[in-house]
């Protein structure tokens, strides 16, 4: 292999493993190993976003949970002239589906016990004293080592479900 070759396989490992990373801490995995990011064939590009599944291995090599990995395609949404385009994206995305999850019936599961309970006692005692009550979904403070927004959501397969896109279409 040349060193052309070997720093091109490098580079292109550090996101993959940066993605491991964040999707396990996200999931409240012990470890990143259980991640498996899709090959580029498989990732799903749309006009605003590219989603990267996640597949979630067992330690027995079974498949145990599949989600998204989404970012916002950032030359496509203007971050560059209006930076913090990318950061009001993911937050409306994230909001829509805060609301979807409050009116159209766990996500505080996936954070650390002591931060999950502050959440239940904050919206708990803005309920009593009749305050807005935030959403179940918990901003993670950490820091974002890939430098862009992004959103981890379930990965529904097509036996389950159809993409907005396919079928927008047939029902609008």
Known sequence: MSQDQ????????????LIKKLVARHLGLGS???????????WIHGS?????R????DPEGNLRRQVMIRFPLRYRIGEDYCPGNADEKVRCEVGTYAWLKENCPAYLECIPFFARNIQRLRRWLLQILR???????????????????????????QSRGKMLSESWEQRR
């Open 131 to 157: 305050y807005p009550v935030p959403s179940l979904y918990a901003e993670n403070h950490s820091k974002n080592r890939l430098g862009t927004p992004y959103i981890v959501i379930e990965y529904i397969d």
């Open 32 to 42: 990143a190993d259980a991640c498996h990011v899709v090959d580029v064939e498989d």
């Open 48 to 52: 605003f976003n590219v989603c990267i």
């Open 54 to 57: 996640v597949d979630v291995i």
């Open 6 to 17: 070997s720093h091109n396989s490098s580079t292109t490992l550090k996101p993959r493993q």
